[in-house]
């Protein structure tokens, strides 16, 4: 395959290339000026790669792979450090599960904590709850939480064990699927909670800070950067590591969460988990090995895809999703997508569509049909078929799932 004929190049004046796998899909002039922003940084390595589901996000664009050397920018990275996803197939099929579907969704929202409460208890929390299970994953943790405080006191004033295991909000979610042979999945989005973003914005400000003392210009004071070498840099990468860790982990909790739950569910017979666990981050930094040199990936909005590795690519509520095989193609850094990607704002979604409009597009999901939801409704987001079109050399489809349960936070 002539892979430059499987995207576009964009040359940036002042800056290393964007190789842009976007054809077919809508790429807004906002998320192209921020890319021209990062390709102009003084450390990229060789090019940045923008994904299918590329978008507008703070700082840095959503959807993009930003590899560095001896640099990493805080808010590439972003709030929500660690956030992925994951998935698992069991042995039950379609005819297995309960013909009210209701019923499954209102007891994965008992076992899972979900939703984010700016007045009174944390719901989304769990409060004076904590299951030992959740104790025990927090025990492993807890020792590089301590001396990541040590250095950052402040890091300490989050709910930090309270929110291991929980969903979150925004667009996280649980979702019960079936693939194309009607056997049933357990998937879910989340990651590093009210820790990870306290972790995320702390090092923000000190990285633009850094950037104020050093007298540093640059096109967008959220491309603000650590350099290695320094104590600022060794702190995050630290702290970003645990944060990813403790994302992985609580998706882990949940995922068997919302196993007991669906195996409790009246009617449902006793199954089990077929097949490996995938588990993938999308928003978080590595040090890999590209041409032959480490350097840091981060892939803000994106999927690792190395030769045979497993990801998940999430359509929207009420949309397919996909579970993929990496292709291993070195242009994109080894990466994918990570979703479909936002056709608007979530604020623009709200203005534009109604209740009902939503309902008729997650018609046959058992999900929430209100007015609360209505910046995840399914038109809010690009066309998944399209995006899955402009990515064929970075991944193949392994199996396609559509939601029946949707839990969203």
Known sequence: MDRAKTHDIMNVKGGV???????GVPFEDEARRQLENVARLPFIYKWVAAMPD?????????GSVIPTVDAIIPAAVGVDIGCGMCAARTSLTAGDLPDDLERVRTAI??????GFYRRGPD???????VPAEVDAAWSELEPDFRAITAKAPQIKKTNNRGHLGTLGSGNHFIEVCLDEEDRVWVMLHSGSRGVGNKIGRDYIAMAKNEMRKNRVSLPDDNLAFFVKGTPQFDEYV???DWAQRFAK?????????????????PGVPRFSVDGDVIDCHHNYVALEEHYGEKVYITRKGAVRAGDG??????GSMGAKSFIVRGKGCPESFMSCSHGAGRAMSRKAAKKRFSVEEHARATKGIACRKDAGVLDETPAAYKPIDAVMAAQTDLVEVEHTLRQVVCVKG
């Open 17 to 23: 290339p964007v190789r842009c796998w976007t054809r």
């Open 54 to 62: 590329v978008h507008w996000g703070l700082g840095a664009t959503i």
């Open 109 to 114: 929202e008992t076992a899972v904590p979900h």
């Open 123 to 129: 719901r989304g929390g769990w409060r004076n709850r």
């Open 238 to 240: 630290k702290a970003v």
């Open 249 to 265: 982990e609580s998706r882990r909790l949940m995922r068997q969460g919302v196993i007991r739950a669906l195996g409790e569910a």
């Open 309 to 314: 590795e497993f990801g998940i690519i999430p």
